[in-house]
């Protein structure tokens, strides 16, 4: 319609109809690349392939380049388009949370929590505690998502989760965080070896030893790192490193070698070959909880917090030489 100056104004029905086409467009192109070619994607869209076709040429004159290089009837993605692809993953990660959720509200308040969490937390201390919140609650569906460092912005910044369980500090706008537990790295080394009959492992007995190291520029490694040259001791063997804390467990209980890790790692593959025992100098890791501002806390969230932190206070019921968690 016009305005009453005598200019045109924006037609929000025009406006949507065009989001809308846009939206298909991306929905054709994402499956044209999960399934690899148009015919696949039209089956997965429930579509005939020459709309599918016909989305794809559209969002290229949209982009205004090319997506695909067509040859021989095939389609072969270039990389604006692998780069595409991939920046789409948190668009649809979006959408597949919303209709998650809308399929588990239900009238009773059973609902669906979606928790965030980095790799210490996701091997034992979580399982353990869904475990506790979900025998009063069978009905509540959960969602995992494990978080790396790298990731722990993103998922931030979209507040598309309830709660996350984060080593801290966390120093992020839009949050609110409580502390959960503090605890101490521990040294871990095969059943059997000469160290394990000590109560407390420190670090220049590790000097001569063979070393499993986390990866570089990790929180781990730099708090380690730190440790042993507060304590003036150069190990001298360090020939093996590794992304995660479950792969140095699984070293060290094959006999490769000793490692000093956090916590929540150790306890959750105690049942492996491997003796664990506290460290000296003390590496503390701080970790809490994290709430989205941009999200009503609800009771759901309140109670499964609480549950958290009953947990979190009896996790390391250890003895000095750390060999019981309870």
């Not at 063979?210 to 001298?236: C, E, H, K, W």
Request: charged content about 25%; hydrophobic content about 40%; some cysteine.
């Amino acid at each position: 319609m016009d305005d009453p100056a005598g200019g045109d104004v924006d037609k929000p029905d025009d406006m949507w109809v065009e989001m809308k086409l846009n939206l298909k467009q991306l929905d054709a192109f994402r499956a044209v690349m999960v399934a690899g070619s148009t015919s696949e994607a039209a089956l997965r869209l429930n579509i005939s392939q020459p709309a599918v076709s016909r989305s794809l040429q559209n969002l290229e004159e949209s982009v205004n380049y090319n997506l695909f290089i067509r040859k021989n009837g095939r389609l072969f993605p270039t990389a604006e388009a692998e780069f595409l692809f991939s920046e789409l993953d948190q668009l649809y990660d979006s959408f597949d949370h919303i209709s998650h959720v809308m399929k588990n509200i239900r009238p009773t308040g059973d609902g669906h929590l979606q928790i965030l969490a980095s790799t210490p937390m996701a091997q034992q201390f979580l399982p353990e505690a869904f475990a506790t919140f979900q025998s009063t609650r069978p009905n509540v569906s959960i969602s995992l998502r494990i978080v790396v460092k790298r990731e722990t912005k993103k998922w931030l910044e979209s507040q598309q989760f309830d709660i996350a369980l984060l080593s801290f500090p966390i120093d992020y706008p839009s949050t609110q965080t409580q502390d959960l537990v503090s605890v101490d790295a521990r040294c871990v080394v095969p059943t059997g070896h000469p160290l394990a009959e000590k109560d407390v492992i420190d670090a220049e007995d590790l000097e001569q030893e063979n070393f499993i190291s986390i990866v570089p520029d990790t929180t781990l490694r730099i708090r380690v790192d730190n440790a042993f040259q507060s304590m003036g001791v150069y190990r001298q063997k360090m020939l093996l490193e590794t992304q995660s804390g479950a792969s140095i467990c699984q070293m060290v209980g094959a006999g490769m070698g000793v490692s000093v890790i956090d916590p929540f790692n150790a306890a959750a593959f105690n049942k492996l070959n491997i003796a664990i025992r506290p460290f000296r100098p003390r590496i503390r890791f701080d970790y809490g909880l994290v709430f989205p501002l941009q999200r009503q806390k609800s009771k759901l969230v309140g109670d499964f917090a609480n549950v958290l932190k009953n947990r979190a206070s009896n996790f390391f019921l250890t003895d000095i030489r750390g060999e019981n968690r309870r």
